[in-house]
């Protein structure tokens, strides 16, 4: 009778034949083991080989790749500027009448109107006397009008020594009754520039970022020989005269209702105790509203003693906009502010991670992408309603862009668990969910800004000048002291300025 296969078999075993099979079962289970582990030790492997290569295509882009923010790529652009700026663009042309069509007046071609409030200089063009008859009938031309155009002139800089000669005045009756006509207050007494002199420098370092150095040799071109040192001396002179202003300035600042904060590293040369190689930070400040103040302050360092220093007296209630910076938080509990988060930073992290991907592997669905596009629907928002009053661009921020933040909040606790968090794109949505109180906060007001591009701007032409020079301390002797218009406002002691060369 066959034996049904359900039925339980009965088995014999010998004693030393369960201990084999007892030992295999504990190999095949070891084995097991040693397979996850090595299968957990694999992916933890493929994650840091992907982590390294993620770094290594970025630190590749930063060095040899398009920049949409700094366009420095070892200044390849630097002599073929002209090419590259006319390559899709006309030589400027005279004014042209518009041409009139059916429905509309078509734009006319050509440069923009020159400005009607700088000088002018009239030089008539009139026929030579013997083209001034008529070729029919031989009777002289009269003049009927003037055909008019008009070209931008540019006089290079022009070098010149103010010889200043005090009159003395005697008695000639006497030996007593001499006297001399006072000298004129200068700025920097017995200095060796002119006040003229010295707004040009200024002009030229601060605002468009010439090296001393440079403006040196400029002026060595057109016969005044002066050193950068001598001219880097008066600048340090020109700052403690100035510094009074410069306190007004601060005091206007610091009572603004909103304030941009934002700091940089620099390199500062021979400064005592430290070495060259140590960063130092300048730290740039701006009002988002009222008469346009900004503020660049010298620090050795980036820590909490030195931001209090920086913001001692700031009002209570204002609206401070800065990047993720910790130290901000804790000045803004301290003094009661408004702190809000910059979505510049935020999408800057998200295009870097999106950066890192292979160009064969962006798609619409990529995360990063994802996230980019709902960021700059904010932005798009904002630059829609530039020009609006507060109130309009603050209903156009609840009505819409609150709706936008609800679709990026949504995705990022979405993705938040699935990304590796020392990749780049979890950095960036690790900053998104940190700072993400902060980010939301600007669409309570239409005054609040939504990035701190404002004040990066500002700090860009030192940004440049800071790749070309560098910096050094001027003596104990011609430190500025830094004292407050208002003597209920406590303000720390300035540290050195800088003044690069």
């Not at 400027?92 to 440069?111: I, L, M, N």
């Not at 002066?226 to 009074?244: D, E, L």
């Not at 668990?417 to 979890?426: A, F, I, K, Q, R």
């Amino acid at each position: 009778m066959p034996v049904q296969a359900d039925m339980p078999v009965n088995v014999t075993i010998t004693a030393e034949e369960l201990e084999e099979l007892l030992a295999e079962r504990d190999a095949a289970r070891q084995l097991r083991l040693e397979r996850e582990v090595l299968q957990g030790e694999l992916r933890l492997v493929k994650a840091e080989r992907d982590l390294a290569e993620e770094r290594l295509r970025a630190y590749r882009r930063e060095l040899f790749g398009a920049k949409s923010e700094a366009r420095d790529a070892g200044q390849l652009g630097l002599f073929n500027e002209a090419e590259a700026l006319s390559a899709n663009a006309q030589p400027a042309q005279e004014d042209v009448p518009g041409t009139k069509v059916a429905s509309h007046t078509r734009k006319k071609r050509g440069r923009k109107p020159l400005d009607p409030n700088l000088p002018r200089e009239v030089v008539r063009h009139d026929l030579p006397e013997s083209e001034r008859f008529c070729a029919n009938d031989g009777h002289a031309l009269v003049e009927i009008g003037v055909e008019i155009s008009e070209q931008l002139d540019v006089i290079p800089e022009q070098v010149r020594v103010i010889q200043h000669q005090r009159v003395k005045r005697a008695c000639p009756c006497c030996d007593l009754g001499i006297k001399v006509t006072p000298a004129p207050r200068r700025i920097i007494p017995r200095g060796l520039f002119t006040e003229s002199a010295l707004a040009w420098i200024a002009t030229g370092k601060y605002q468009f970022g010439m090296p001393l150095y440079r403006q040196a040799a400029l002026l060595r071109r057109f016969g005044g020989d002066i050193s950068a040192n001598t001219i880097a001396a008066s600048m340090v002179r020109v700052g403690q005269a100035v510094q009074p202003v410069i306190n007004l300035l601060r005091d206007t600042l610091l009572e603004s209702d909103i304030i941009y904060g934002d700091e940089t590293t620099l390199q500062v040369l021979k400064e005592p105790g430290r070495r060259p190689q140590t960063k130092s930070y300048m730290w740039a400040q701006m009002n988002g509203c009222g008469p346009p103040v900004r503020l660049f302050s010298y620090a050795s360092g980036r820590g909490a003693k030195h931001a209090k220093e920086i913001y001692a007296g700031i009002r209570p209630g204002a609206a401070l906009i800065t990047d993720g910076y910790e130290l901000y938080n804790g000045l803004a509990i301290e003094h009661q502010l408004i702190h809000l988060g910059c979505w510049a930073h935020a999408r800057r992290a998200v295009i870097k991670a999106e950066e890192a991907v292979p160009k064969a592997l962006r798609t619409p669905q990529l995360t990063a992408t994802r996230f980019i596009k709902l960021i700059g629907k904010l932005f798009a928002a904002e630059s829609r309603s530039a020009d609006w009053s507060s109130a309009r661009r603050q209903r156009l921020r609840r009505r819409y862009s609150a709706c936008v933040l609800a679709a990026i909040e949504e995705l990022l606790l979405e993705q938040l668990p699935n990304v590796v968090p020392g990749s780049l794109l979890g950095k960036a949505l690790q900053y998104l969910h940190g700072q993400w109180p902060k980010l939301i906060r600007y669409v309570e007001n239409g005054d609040w800004p939504i990035s701190t591009n404002a004040v990066e701007n500002a700090i860009r032409p030192f940004v440049v000048s800071r790749k070309i020079s560098c910096s050094r301390p001027p003596s104990p002797a011609q430190r500025p002291a830094r004292t407050s218009t208002r003597s209920s406002r406590p303000v720390g002691p300035m540290a050195s300025s800088r003044i690069a060369i």
